[in-house]
């Protein structure tokens, strides 16, 4: 595939390279479709300067050089009409049929709506395209050759355009050319996105590159092919190739390797005619050259994810000069070179079983299902860079399936790979034979095997925090949200609270339902309920909510009155509090909320004892506020500017069970002089243990630095003040 363009192409020349390719292309419906694109972009031309039309000239070619078929050529010259000129879909489908209409519909971007940040634009227009692409794959394969075209003339846009439309290819686009198994297209991709992301880096290692690759290659090509004659494989074809410029960079910078220690840099390809030959070949590569360990990978009998088959070795000559040898089929390297477009079906030709298209496209709808079950558009974005990530590892079950993951997947994503029952059953897992921890990452080749428990039993919470694939976390959501809707409503609702207090948001009573019911009409929610439950199962993560939720809150802050104060200097306190109206009367602090200084306070006039001092958002304050005959015994309080007192506060740790915890804690509480009143430890479920505190405390101030202290002790999970 030509790498450059020098000189604007023409449609003669996209003519002449498609009867070249010998394809039985429907040149009558090309020609009706350049004719209209030609006519629509009239007049427009490209930021280089170039006419306009020359754009979808050359992403029609790229997709010739794929082989693809007559309808994809002709959505591709005219996959920007929509978008930028005055001829619709509708105009496109009458004139061409349904089918083409849907691939230029669904290759054209989305019209310009109003999003709030470029996440959820880009994860909307991601959201099309992958919608398209379950439907007909072709609309992806048109979509990155239109992007390699784009990043082909990029010099064209402004510095930060640049920069912005290479990381998107970099994390969105050059990853599904890889599941699509496109590796040429997947390459020039990530190079020309790193050339403008990291352009030093680029110019490093292109001049690390051996100049004299190609001699001491060739020399290599030619041992080979006479030592594979003499042993009865003829008629192979041996090619070589340096590898690309990115592919050296990431080992280069992200695993820290020097250029020296990259086995891989040089490549000798060879391709032959059936399975038994590449095995015998090699053999016979083997015996001539001395190959070094580890580095043999058999991905014949073991496909990648994305389909691709061949068999990998690296060696050292005499030159003490390593090369990494591939040995595969011709099916197998067409499969390699085009991915999924080598499988594409003509009308009159080759043909391809349906299944086996589904089964390579099953990805995108999994993805596309674990988004529905989630409230932000930006998760797609991070299942789409954990999902599609180059590197992926082979594990196998006790009765030798193989299971393909991405990188870094757990033995959890395991079990959900296997399926969903095994994955809300587990209990625990054994690698090689051996218990491991339920976080312990899956390694290429290891032996796993599931244990699970009950039926009845299901998954833990946590293990949203432990899983990779989206795949396991919409498995693990999908439980909760089904089997446990109450049990969620307690827990968002909790969750959401806890991070009120821990915001200091205290909320009127009056205000709350309203104020609740605005917070889940922001995040999507058709209820409060739907709000809590969706927090609680995991669909709507805490950070999304927080900045929607701080700027509901301040939207209420700003509408209320201001308080009308009390000048403290002019009335005496007790115990550090000013209650307003009444000067030296006895107070005593509520324990059902224990306030301390820093917490907003209101005052309750007892009969018998004095004033009692609760925090504002005290659920015992809204319940008494609604009766009549106790809303005028409330009146307001403030705490003293010269308050210096010890005031009691009650802290509960959840905390995974182990030896010499409470001591831990102690002497944390100990290091900060934080006097403990009682102390009370118990086990729980799944490992854990609860562990409850009373402690001295000054202020909240104070009482936010020791939760943040406790919060560093080692196995300490979360610390909630009640």
């Known amino acids: ?92 489908r009458s004139k061409f049929g349904n089918e083409v209409a849907l691939l230029v519909d669904g290759v054209t971007k989305l019209t310009q709506i109003k ?19 379950s439907q007909d794959v072709r609309v992806m394969i048109i979509k990155l050759c239109d992007r390699l075209h784009n990043m082909r003339t990029g010099d064209a846009w402004p510095e930060q355009k640049r920069r912005d439309k290479a990381l998107e290819t970099m994390e969105v686009y050059a990853p599904i050319a890889h599941r699509l198994g496109i590796s040429n297209i997947k390459e020039e ?24 690759g190609d001699a ?27 590898k690309s410029i990115y592919g050296i960079y990431r080992k280069m910078y992200m695993q820290n390797k020097d250029f020296e220690e990259i086995y891989d840099v040089y490549a000798v390809r060879i391709i032959i005619n059936s399975v038994a030959e590449c095995y015998t070949a090699l053999g016979l590569i083997h015996d001539m050259y001395h190959p070094l360990p580890n580095r043999f990978k058999d991905y014949i009998s073991t496909p990648k994810p994305n389909g691709y088959q061949s068999l990998h070795t690296t060696v050292i000559g005499r030159e003490a000069i390593p090369f990494e040898v591939q040995i595969r089929t011709w099916d197998m390297d067409r499969m390699a070179e085009y991915g999924i477009a080598a499988h594409w ?22 993805l596309l299902e674990s988004q529905r079950s989630s409230v932000d558009a930006t998760d797609l974005l991070s299942d789409i860079k954990s999902d599609l990530l180059p590197e992926e590892v082979f594990a196998f079950t006790p009765r030798g399936d193989v299971i393909n993951l991405p990188a870094g997947a757990t033995v959890i994503d395991f079990a959900y790979a296997i399926h969903s029952a095994v994955g809300n059953r587990m209990i ?82 009056d205000q709350y339902d309203n104020f609740m019911a605005a917070l889940a009409k922001r995040n ?148 900060m002089r934080v006097p403990i009143y009682s102390l009370d430890a118990r086990a729980a479920d799944q490992g854990r243990a609860r562990m409850s505190l009373t402690i001295g405390i000054n202020n909240t101030e104070h009482l936010n630095n020791v939760v943040l202290r406790l919060q560093k002790v080692r196995d300490v999970m979360s610390v909630t003040r009640i």
């Open 189 to 212: 991709l990530e190079d020309r996105s790193l050339h403008y992301l990291d352009p030093v880096g680029y110019e490093t290692i292109r001049s690390l590159l051996n100049k004299h």
């Open 1 to 92: 595939m030509e790498n450059d363009v020098k000189m604007p192409i023409t449609y003669e020349q996209l003519k002449q390279d498609m009867i070249d390719s010998g394809r039985p292309y429907d040149f009558a419906m090309v020609d009706r479709a350049y004719a209209l694109a030609e006519s629509a972009h009239s007049g427009q031309r490209r930021r280089s300067g170039e006419p306009y039309i020359c754009h979808p000239l050359s992403v029609a070619r790229i997709l010739v050089e794929l082989g693809m078929d007559s309808e994809s050529i002709a959505a591709a010259l005219m996959h920007d009409v929509a978008e930028d000129t005055a001829v619709s879909v509708d105009e496109i």
């Open 115 to 133: 999003f709030s940040n470029v996440e959820d634009r880009q994860a909307e227009n991601l959201r099309k395209m992958l919608l398209a692409m």
């Open 345 to 366: 079906k003509y009308k009159a030709g080759i043909s391809t079983s349906n299944e086996k298209l589904e089964e390579r496209l099953a990805w995108v709808r999994q």
């Open 524 to 671: 999507h929610c058709n209820t409060v309920e739907e709000m809590y439950a969706t927090i609680g199962y995991g669909g709507l993560q805490m950070a999304r909510v927080l900045p929607k939720l701080k700027d509901e809150y301040n939207r209420l802050k700003a509408s209320e009155p201001k308080p009308v104060t009390v000048d403290v200097k002019k009335v005496h306190s007790t115990a550090g509090v000013v209650v307003e109206g009444i000067d030296n009367c006895p107070i005593k602090f509520a324990k059902c909320c224990s306030p301390l200084p820093g917490d907003e306070i209101i005052g309750f006039v007892t009969r018998g004892f004095g004033v009692s001092i609760h925090k504002k958002d005290c659920g015992n304050v809204r319940e008494s506020m609604k009766s009549p005959e106790n809303a005028g015994r409330w009146v307001r309080a403030y705490w003293a500017d010269n308050v210096r007192e010890d005031y009691k506060a009650t802290l509960e740790l959840v905390c995974m069970d182990r030896a010499n915890l409470v001591s831990d804690v102690a002497l944390a509480l100990g290091d």
């Open 216 to 242: 001491f290659l060739e020399g290599v090509c030619q041992t080979i092919r006479t030592h594979l004659e003499d042993n009865g494989i003829e008629n192979a074809a041996i090619r070589h190739r340096v």
């Open 428 to 509: 625990g897992a054994k690698v090689n034979n051996r218990i491991v921890p339920i976080d312990h990452q899956v390694a290429t080749g290891e032996i796993i095997e599931i244990i699970t428990g009950p039926e009845n039993r299901g998954p833990s919470r946590d293990w949203l925090n432990i899983v990779k694939t989206s795949e396991a976390k919409n498995k693990i959501r999908n439980w909760f949200k089904k089997e446990r809707r109450e049990e969620n409503i307690v827990e968002g609702k909790e969750a959401l609270e806890r991070e009120m207090r821990r915001n200091l948001m205290t909320v009127p009573a």
